[in-house]
């Protein structure tokens, strides 16, 4: 008889997909509570207003599933995107579709990663070397950081963020 | 003959703690890149000094691993802290001594957490229910939101903040 060493789970791959899409939603509540000229002009120390932090985020989360899923990491422009949308956004309607479109995305891919892959090392998006659940953390933990900063403009625009620890 | 189902590990425990202190070893350089006074009264928005947002993270981490390990939530002020600190810093170098020491109660209690622990549920410090790895993960993802508070406070200071993957 064989025998197999049982590595208990830290978490199930479903814990972690439902723990990155709280993450989604509640940036989505920082892009609706930013007025939209603030979400697409405002800065602070020469920093990027948040939409396009946003649109990081956007760019790396659909292709990055999908990489993670497929081994194959995509520039965003390749992937399929909203009809009308094609990887810019001028409003908030525009880039809560995008947000949205990619919501879906996520969705679709993540089923679709074999959970022996998490352990897998990949280089992705031909640049970075690392281990898929590496990879997938560094996703979340970017998206962290950067609504962290989205918090700093809400707060010196004196509106109140969102309670962070909403995720529904 | 019993039969298990084996779920493959996303990660190890291994790997999460070295996450872990990867992004405590970039928040001790965002304490660092403050000059002192900044660390302690520079706000934006009405916002705490990252000291004291500093200080959450200490007064969170050391107690939380404790508590994830053992089942025991105590309160910051309980557990042993360095001699002289008691939990109220007023200089650079306090915060980062007791940065440290928590950094080494981590790595105390850490392997003290059994495997399985990560998947059952627990009233963390007696207020927030939920499972062992939602806690941990609560713990990393709010230094994460914070820290990046931090670099908004160090980039509208005109100072450049570490690089957000170097983890070393």
Avoid at 44 to 54: D, K, N, S, Y
Avoid at 106 to 123: A, C, T
Avoid at 131 to 151: A, P, T
């Amino acid at each position: 008889m064989e025998t197999t060493n049982i590595t208990s789970a830290i978490l199930t791959t479903e814990e972690l997909l439902e723990a990155w899409q709280g993450h989604r939603r509640l940036t989505r509540r920082v892009i609706e509570a930013l007025p939209e000229d603030k979400l697409f002009n405002y800065s602070i120390g020469g920093m990027r207003p948040f939409a396009e932090m946003a649109m990081e985020l956007i760019t790396i989360a659909a292709p990055g599933v999908e990489g993670a899923a497929t081994g194959e990491w995509k520039e965003f422009g390749e992937i399929q995107t909203p009809e009308g949308i094609k990887g810019t956004t001028e409003t908030k309607d525009e880039l809560l579709e995008l947000w949205d479109w990619t919501t879906e995305k996520i969705e679709e891919f993540w089923p679709q990663i074999p959970e022996e892959r998490f352990q897998e090392y990949d280089v992705a998006f031909g640049q970075y070397e690392g281990k898929i659940w590496w990879h997938i953390f560094y996703f979340i933990d970017n998206e962290i950081h950067h609504r962290g900063q989205g918090y700093v403009y809400l707060r010196s625009l004196g509106i109140e963020p969102p309670f962070f620890w909403e995720r529904k």
